[in-house]
């Protein structure tokens, strides 16, 4: 690889370390072909990329970033999964990671805090912006509901009574 090059890497990695809401570094030594191409698909469904790249290069591109702090992760055959959403790459790397022993799952960062496996783990677990998003709005909606029930209720009411008054007339 000539220098024009690994510079456009370094430059490449560094706008993903400093885009991506989590980074997860895993080895992958041992994984077929069509295993890798799998967890490609998986992170693409998921909002997210895998991208394999030289040790070196990754570090020379972490240096001043946030993320530094994983950067002796980076030793031998690794992989780096990541995604804007915080907790897409983090669940995508350990489902496959359950599912397939030879990827095993180092660490990575999420911003400036380092994560170790079980810190990926706890990212994975939680839940989706969407679903957060939506929980809260589910939370803020409950109370407009039982407010608006409580205020159509007299109304509600006035109008069964009304209805009953009509029925006795008409008989």
Do not use: H, W
């Not at 490449?12 to 030594?29: N, T």
């Not at 020379?60 to 992760?73: H, R």
């Amino acid at each position: 690889m000539d220098r024009a090059r690994k510079e456009k890497v370094v430059e490449e990695l560094g706008q993903i370390f400093e885009s991506s809401g989590v980074v997860v570094v895993a080895r992958y030594a041992g994984l077929t072909v069509a295993e890798m191409q799998e967890l490609r698909a998986r992170m693409r469904e998921a909002g997210g990329s895998v991208r394999v790249a030289k040790n070196r290069l990754a570090k020379i591109a972490l240096e001043g970033k946030s993320g530094q702090v994983m950067a002796e992760l980076l030793k031998g055959m690794t992989v780096l999964a990541f995604s804007e959403d915080p907790t897409a790459a983090a669940r995508v790397a350990d489902r496959f990671a359950k599912d397939n022993p030879k990827f095993e799952v180092l660490g990575g960062a999420m911003g400036g805090t380092f994560l170790d496996p079980a810190g990926v783990k706890a990212v994975a677990d939680l839940p989706s912006r969407e679903e957060l998003i939506a929980s809260i709005v589910a939370c803020i909606g409950a109370p407009a509901a039982t407010l608006a029930g409580a205020i159509g209720a007299p109304a509600a009411g006035i109008a069964g009574i009304l209805s009953t008054l009509e029925e006795r007339e008409a008989a």
